[in-house]
């Protein structure tokens, strides 16, 4: 039986696509696509465009009665609307699309992603590789996460980095897991422990297949915990979360780190980095750098021995 599904289209300010987003999968959207840039299931954004004007977003749901949901979507705009300046809430646009017709224009603009040793490719790809290589099948699903997105793109040029390095982290936690595309790149370039956690049970069930299909189940454990009942001393913290929610658990994520333990802290717009060295200034962590892609920046640190 064929699938149909509902296109809901917006147009919104480019500061609140990835709150606007993450509200629109709570909501049930199974994909979105942002005019031709995208958040981490659809195309990649160029780096050097960034005009600060509105950007159109196509929100996919399961087909369901319409007025219904376009009602709870324009509820949660307008309670997001003191969170994102120049958001105007409205009733959506909506349309029909087949499931042949989704899944197709996926597959055109999925790309495979190649980033030092490390290959991110879909199901139905193949990509030329080296004997050193590590390969990370990850396909487009509810959960953001493929690699594609500048804020998981420079979590993931950090982490090849720190695995390329002499001494590699082995004991590491992925902070807010999301497909689990962080924690299985650690995993498959050689981490022999990690642990990605989430408050959102459909991202830990999309990041379990994700593991089971790349074989980790036995060096990736997903949970749905909060971060200050996990345990401390890991090698290496990741977070690709908004710069607001690193500030507000900036503690919790600075204790889970061993004495030299690296902290990567990315979801950061520019304009924001100034509030996270703040913030992480009051902490036992020193800065190492920041790498920066777009409009966002990834911000790393390292836990100072007591």
Same mark, same amino acid.
Request: aromatic letters at 4%.
């Given at each position: 039986?064929?699938?149909?599904?509902?296109?809901?289209?917006? @147009?919104?300010?480019?500061?609140?696509?990835?709150?606007?987003?993450?509200?629109?999968?709570?909501?049930?959207?199974?994909?979105?696509?942002?005019?031709?840039?995208?958040?981490?299931?659809?195309?990649?954004?160029?780096?050097?465009?960034?005009?600060?004007?509105? #950007?159109?977003?196509?929100?996919?749901?399961?087909?369901?009665?319409?007025?219904?949901?376009?009602?709870?979507?324009?509820?949660?705009?307008?309670?997001?609307?003191?969170?994102?300046?120049?958001?105007?809430?409205?009733?959506?646009?909506?349309? @029909?699309?087949?499931?042949?017709?989704?899944?197709?224009?996926?597959?055109?603009?999925?790309?495979?992603?190649?980033?030092?040793?490390?290959?991110?490719?879909?199901?139905?790809?193949? /990509?030329?590789?080296?004997?050193?290589?590590?390969? #990370?099948?990850?396909?487009?699903?509810?959960?953001?996460?493929?690699?594609?997105?500048?804020? @998981?793109?420079?979590?993931?040029?950090?982490?090849?980095?720190?695995?390329?390095?002499?001494?590699?982290?082995?004991?590491?936690?992925?902070?807010?897991?999301?497909?689990?595309?962080?924690?299985?790149?650690?995993?498959?370039?050689?981490?022999?422990?990690?642990?990605?956690?989430?408050?959102?049970?459909?991202?830990?069930?999309?990041?379990?297949?994700?593991?089971?299909?790349?074989?980790?189940?036995?060096?990736?454990?997903?949970?749905?915990?909060?971060?200050?009942?996990?345990?401390?001393?890991?090698? #290496?913290?990741?977070?690709?979360?908004? /710069?607001?929610?690193? /500030?507000?658990?900036?503690?919790?994520?600075?204790?889970?780190?061993?004495?030299?333990?690296?902290?990567?802290?990315?979801?950061?717009?520019?304009?924001?980095?100034?509030?996270?060295?703040?913030?992480?200034?009051?902490?036992?962590?020193?800065?190492?750098?920041?790498?920066?892609?777009?409009?966002?920046?990834?911000?790393?640190?390292?836990?100072?021995?007591?």
């Amino acid at each position: 039986m064929e699938r149909i599904w509902l296109e809901i289209q917006l @147009t919104v300010p480019p500061e609140g696509v990835d709150l606007i987003g993450q509200e629109m999968v709570d909501l049930g959207s199974e994909g979105i696509i942002i005019e031709e840039r995208r958040l981490d299931t659809f195309i990649p954004p160029d780096p050097e465009e960034s005009s600060g004007e509105d #950007l159109r977003i196509r929100i996919f749901f399961p087909d369901q009665p319409r007025d219904a949901l376009c009602r709870r979507i324009l509820e949660r705009l307008r309670q997001l609307a003191h969170l994102v300046p120049g958001l105007v809430p409205s009733l959506p646009e909506v349309s @029909t699309m087949r499931q042949e017709d989704w899944a197709e224009g996926w597959k055109q603009h999925f790309p495979v992603i190649r980033l030092g040793r490390l290959i991110i490719q879909p199901s139905w790809e193949e /990509a030329p590789r080296q004997k050193e290589d590590a390969v #990370l099948r990850i396909d487009p699903g509810m959960a953001f996460g493929t690699g594609t997105h500048a804020t @998981t793109r420079l979590c993931l040029e950090e982490i090849v980095s720190l695995f390329d390095s002499p001494d590699p982290p082995r004991k590491v936690l992925d902070v807010g897991t999301g497909s689990g595309i962080l924690a299985l790149a650690a995993a498959v370039l050689g981490a022999p422990r990690v642990l990605g956690t989430d408050i959102d049970e459909e991202a830990c069930r999309a990041a379990q297949e994700n593991a089971r299909r790349n074989g980790m189940e036995e060096r990736v454990e997903i949970r749905v915990s909060p971060l200050e009942e996990l345990e401390r001393d890991y090698d #290496l913290v990741l977070a690709n979360i908004l /710069a607001e929610e690193l /500030a507000r658990i900036s503690r919790d994520l600075a204790e889970r780190l061993g004495p030299g333990g690296i902290l990567v802290l990315s979801g950061v717009l520019k304009e924001k980095e100034s509030l996270i060295e703040e913030v992480f200034s009051l902490l036992p962590v020193t800065g190492l750098g920041i790498r920066r892609n777009g409009e966002w920046s990834c911000i790393v640190y390292r836990r100072r021995s007591e």
